[in-house]
């Protein structure tokens, strides 16, 4: 989740450490796009959004979107396909289409078919395979999930043991879901008046580490042989803002709201304080010349919030995405030392080992 990304202090955007954010346009009523993108990608069609009537397909190529009413959805396809030119892609959108109607749409090879209120998406004349992935759509994690997790990062990696006004302010979020999910972290914490400390550190690393579910949300990938610095061009000319990295006191994006997107790299690249040579272990630095630009709508905004370094993931997440990017022996061996430099971590956070007999 790390990477090189732009600075557009000046309008010009350039290739420069750190994360910034993109802002998309904001659609709002019956027309929102955003649970339609989420399903689209979710059966391996990744679409993003330029208007509320268009859509740009995996190669930038522009898809034309129709919303279709349940009583003119004949007159509304087929005038559709009669303007659109020869190669247009259109994605239409009904909410609980019938046979007829999935068979008229998707019997021509330059249309797509979504439905929300189904959970189905159609191309070129049969249902896409979605993977089992409707119930990641309809049961991401809670908010208090993911904030159970980001506690558990910040105690593993904080020098003092935080109080729960200190979660609450860095969190944003009510003292009631703090309580939540420190109730979640039972196990593993002690929680005081004053502090919050770590009562079983192996356990609450296991927590963070092995349970993590993901960030959740839907990653869409720019594939484009220019340069970084070329695709922030072309993401500016679709309507979209380079903003600054947010400071640590800065809300995260409302709950279940894809209005932010972080931008970063492929291959990953990873920050590390612990002198341990990763490029060595097989991960390529990202430079502006050899990745495609990804785009990601998390679902769990506390990810900018726990790193002790603004734009990039902390140490646990960083483990995190090594141990399940691995492929080779000197890449699961960097997964280890990751998890053991964590596990040995000095932290006044930690109380387990000060405890008398």
């Known amino acids: 989740m790390n990477g090189p990304a732009f600075d557009a202090s000046d309008g010009e955007p350039r290739l420069e450490e750190g994360a910034w954010f993109l802002a998309p346009p904001r659609f709002g009523g019956a027309r929102d796009l955003t649970p339609v993108i989420a399903l689209l990608a979710s059966a391996g069609i990744p679409v993003f959004a330029v208007s509320s009537t268009e859509v740009l397909g995996p190669d930038l190529l522009p898809i034309l979107v129709r919303w279709l009413d349940h009583e003119t959805w004949r007159n509304s396809v087929e005038e559709t396909m009669k303007s659109a030119g020869p190669s247009t892609v259109v994605l239409f959108i009904a909410d609980d289409p019938s046979g007829e109607t999935i068979r008229a749409v998707t019997g021509n090879t330059r249309t797509l078919l979504a439905s929300v209120a189904l959970g189905r998406v ?30 558990a990062r910040t105690l593993l990696l904080s020098a003092e043991a935080p109080t729960k006004d200190d979660l609450h302010h860095r969190f944003h979020v009510p003292h009631s879901t703090i309580s939540v999910a420190l109730q979640v972290l039972r196990e593993y914490v002690d929680v005081t008046r004053e502090h919050v400390r770590i009562r079983n550190r192996r356990g609450l690393l296991h927590y963070a580490l092995d349970t993590y579910p993901g960030a959740h949300g839907m990653t869409t990938r720019w594939i484009h042989p220019a340069p970084l610095d070329e695709q922030a061009h072309l993401i500016r000319r679709t309507g979209f803002s380079l903003l600054s990295t947010p400071r640590a006191s800065t809300p995260p994006a409302r709950e279940g709201a894809f209005d932010r997107v972080i931008a970063y790299c492929y291959p990953m690249r990873h920050v590390h304080e612990d002198n341990l040579n990763l490029w ?22 506390t990810l900018p919030l726990t790193s002790p370094r603004p734009g990039w993931t902390d140490e646990v997440i960083t483990a995190f995405d090594i141990e399940r990017t691995a492929t080779t022996t000197q890449q699961f061996q960097a997964a280890t030392a990751f998890r053991n430099n964590i596990l040995e971590r000095p932290s006044t956070a930690r109380d387990d080992e000060r405890r008398g007999p």
């Open 122 to 151: 159609w191309a070129h004349g049969s249902e896409v395979p979605r993977f089992g992935r409707r119930r990641q759509i309809t049961e991401t994690p809670r908010r208090e999930t993911f904030i159970a997790f980001a506690i």
């Open 280 to 301: 060595e272990a097989g991960f390529t630095p990202a430079t502006a010349d050899d990745c495609t630009l990804e785009l990601t709508f998390p679902q769990d905004k």
